[in-house]
């Protein structure tokens, strides 16, 4: 079968018009890959008949999110190293960093299964989960856990795209099976009056079929790589590559789930319906987090395609356009939330639901305080995929440690007992953590940027 031309070369020309174009296809991907636990929330809230399910998925809304963000964080690694092997111009070395990309999510995504099944009752009861909702939401997250090797692949196979300039196939792939999603959630839910495990079913069967469709179009459809599972192997140089860089990203997303996870169990402590209205506004607020990664990943691989070809003050232009790029973006999507709250809110609540009133009022209180300044979350993720593209992955890692889960953790115990016990003063940690990172991370630039201009003088 004929290959087409599936990659770009962003080494030359212009910058932002480009990684705007490119950003779009990242952004509308994530946003459908939000979809499928979205979708969950919607068909249980309105079709399955069982009052706690959305209250149990709710409760859920951490763990998965911490699922999601140690497999994207794991599969940057690969991104940058591909993105680099690709500035190079090295083909055979590229082959084999796609290669041992996906044998290593391979493997990673095997045993994430394994733990994440075994474990997710002891952590949801770590997480103060309600009595209630407890075996529903285990039930969830182990059918979840069961398809992480199908997600993992995905992203690490949608990694590997985006890092050869394709963002546009990963979002074809995903809107294909974010329709498979919805529709096998419907049908589950409605043909055998299933519940959560109904439209977990959907989620992972969709999972498996972008998983074979990511690894399909490396396969059979990129010009630059002819992948072969002969070929499968594990190249020292690009494993280093891949763990140097792909643990500390994946630490850093984790840190940033574990401490939500800490703030959700703080949240789950009160009423269910505040836990539901935070839940749904977290089903909303999902979608400014992905705008935000996407302006990540687009100043990721733009960052890393030109350090690995040594232009350096590309990489400098790269960052100014990234984070212009992430305040327009998170901006328009963070604000736009805000302001059609009441229509969104109600895609996911039934009108007749007796708390009703109690679910907007907890949602609305999550948006003003988390969503109106998220651009702060957009500028820290635009200055996180600089320094990664430029295999710099400890120091935002660190950055990450301190003020979203040191600053986060110390807030609740030490802080949030002296203030109102009220949701605002729980989510005010967000807004002020983010600016804090977003200093360290300038500072830690301009450190690296005059050290590299003193060793260029050096040289």
């Not at 498996?208 to 399909?216: N, Q």
Request: a positive charge; hydrophobic letters at 50%.
């Amino acid at each position: 079968m004929s290959r087409t031309k599936t990659t770009r070369d962003f080494t030359t020309g212009k910058i932002f018009l480009p990684m705007l174009k490119f950003s779009i296809p990242v952004i509308a991907a994530g946003c459908l890959q939000q979809l499928y636990n979205t979708a969950d929330k919607i068909v249980v809230g309105r079709f399955s008949g069982e009052a706690n399910a959305l209250g149990a998925i709710g409760c859920t809304v951490s763990l998965y999110t911490l699922l999601v963000a140690l497999c994207n964080g794991l599969s940057m690694g690969s991104g940058v190293t591909v993105a680099h092997r690709f500035g190079e111009h090295d083909e055979r070395s590229l082959s084999r960093a796609v290669h041992t990309a996906f044998t290593v999510g391979a493997f990673i995504g095997i045993v994430m299964a394994a733990i994440g099944f075994f474990l997710c009752r002891p952590i949801l009861i770590l997480m103060d989960t309600r009595p209630e909702l407890l075996d529903l939401a285990v039930l969830y997250m182990k059918i979840i856990f069961l398809g992480t090797p199908f997600f993992v692949l995905y992203n690490f196979g949608a990694a590997v795209l985006r890092s050869l300039g394709n963002s546009k196939t990963p979002l074809t792939i995903l809107a294909v099976s974010g329709l498979l999603n919805v529709g096998f959630n419907l049908f589950f839910v409605l043909a055998f009056d299933m519940s959560v495990d109904g439209v977990a079913l959907g989620t992972i069967i969709s999972q498996f079929a972008s998983a074979i469709a990511v690894w399909w179009v490396v396969a059979y459809r990129t010009d630059t790589v002819k992948f072969r599972f002969r070929t499968l192997c594990v190249d020292r140089r690009s494993v280093s590559d891949i763990i140097r860089i792909g643990i500390p990203s994946g630490l850093q997303t984790a840190l940033f789930a574990v401490s939500n996870v800490i703030l959700q169990s703080t949240i789950n402590a009160l009423p269910n319906a505040t836990v539901t209205g935070d839940a749904v506004c977290k089903s909303i607020g999902s979608y400014t987090a992905v705008t935000s990664t996407g302006a990540y990943q687009a100043v990721l691989t733009f960052t890393g395609q030109n350090a690995g070809a040594k232009k350096p003050e590309r990489v400098k232009r790269v960052l100014w356009s990234g984070l212009l790029l992430a305040f327009l973006a998170v901006g328009i999507v963070s604000w736009g939330s805000v302001l059609l709250a009441n229509p969104l809110i109600a895609l996911f609540v039934d009108p007749a639901h007796p708390e009703l009133a109690t679910i907007y009022a907890a949602a609305k209180e999550r948006m003003h305080i988390v969503l109106l300044p998220y651009v702060l979350g957009g500028f820290m993720d635009a200055l996180t995929g600089h320094l990664r593209g430029r295999k710099y992955s400890f120091a935002p890692m660190m950055t990450t440690f301190f003020f979203a889960c040191i600053f986060r953790v110390l807030w609740l115990f030490f802080v949030y007992p002296h203030l109102t016990q009220c949701l605002t003063n729980i989510y005010l940690c967000y807004p002020i953590s983010w600016t804090f990172n977003i200093v360290a991370q300038l500072t830690i630039v301009f450190i690296i940027n005059r050290r590299e201009r003193r060793a260029a003088r050096i040289a």
